[in-house]
T-cell receptor, first 109, second 117 residues
Framework: EDKVVQSPLSLVVHEGDTVTLNCSYE??????LLWYKQEKKAPTFLFML????IEKKSGRLSSILDKKELFSILNITATQTGDSAVYLC?????????FGSGTKLNVKP | GAVVSQHPSWVICKSGTSVKIECRSL??????MFWYRQFPKQSLMLMAT?????????EQGVEKDKFLINHASLTLSTLTVTSAHPEDSSFYIC?????????????FGPGTRLTVL
């Protein structure tokens, strides 16, 4: 059965900490893996990964994909309270999206 | 975890026809469901919030007469694209909210790819 599993489900850190969010998947006909940040109802796109080992970076956020071990990580360095959100991982397979349940990140001042 | 299904997963239609997409929560009740459209560069645009037993709330810029939403039961919401045109071609994704207080309890469907010829 195709699935995407994110861990941890919930995380509380203090400002300045570095966090690593995990996304593992079992999806046939893998095409791409996407990370979203959801603060309100509509997720905001962060990264799309298609190739193993190539880090994508945007400011304090970075992500990498391992297609052999079937996982991706999202790193956030020097966290800020504005990073508090639910982070969603989604894998696009053959014409279908598989969303993880999300990791809820709470960054305390 | 909770499962949300969409039907159909892929539809091709002629310009001017209407297409209905179903979103079902399979093992939980959802008083609130959301409809998104995916644009190039993977961004998800919220189209509307579907509430069981009441009218949907549309986001600014979304034509409610073109995108008809019906949430007739606690497990089913439908989106009908009326008089579809090629520019309506897109992925349409729904999600269902299991817990009103936390968006961590939002479960997404697999999406429906609409291609209008």
């Amino acid at each position: 059965e195709d699935k995407v599993v994110q861990s941890p489900l919930s995380l509380v850190v203090h400002e300045g900490d570095t966090v690593t969010l995990n996304c593992s998947y079992e999806v046939t006909n893998f095409r791409s893996l996407l990370w979203y940040k959801q603060e309100k109802k509509a997720p905001t796109f962060l990264f799309m990964l298609t190739s193993s080992g190539i880090e994508k970076k945007s400011g304090r956020l970075s992500s990498i994909l391992d297609k052999k071990e079937l996982f991706s990580i999202l790193n956030i360095t020097a966290t800020q309270t504005g990073d508090s959100a639910v982070y969603l991982c989604a894998v696009f397979g053959f014409n279908k999206f598989y969303f993880g349940s999300g990791t809820k990140l709470n960054v305390k001042p | 975890g909770a499962v949300v299904s969409q039907h159909p997963s892929w539809v091709i239609c002629k310009s001017g026809t209407s297409v209905k997409i179903e979103c079902r929560s399979l093992d939980f009740q959802a008083t609130t469901m959301f409809w998104y459209r995916q644009f190039p560069k993977q961004s998800l645009m919220l189209m509307a919030t579907s509430n069981e037993g009441s009218k949907a709330t549309y986001e600014q810029g979304v034509e409610k007469d073109k995108f008809l939403i019906n949430h007739a039961s606690l497990t089913l919401s439908t989106l009908t694209v009326t008089s579809a045109h090629p520019e309506d071609s897109s992925f349409y994704i729904c999600s269902a909210l299991a817990d009103r207080e936390s968006y961590n309890e939002q479960f997404f469907g697999p999406g429906t790819r609409l291609t209008v010829l």
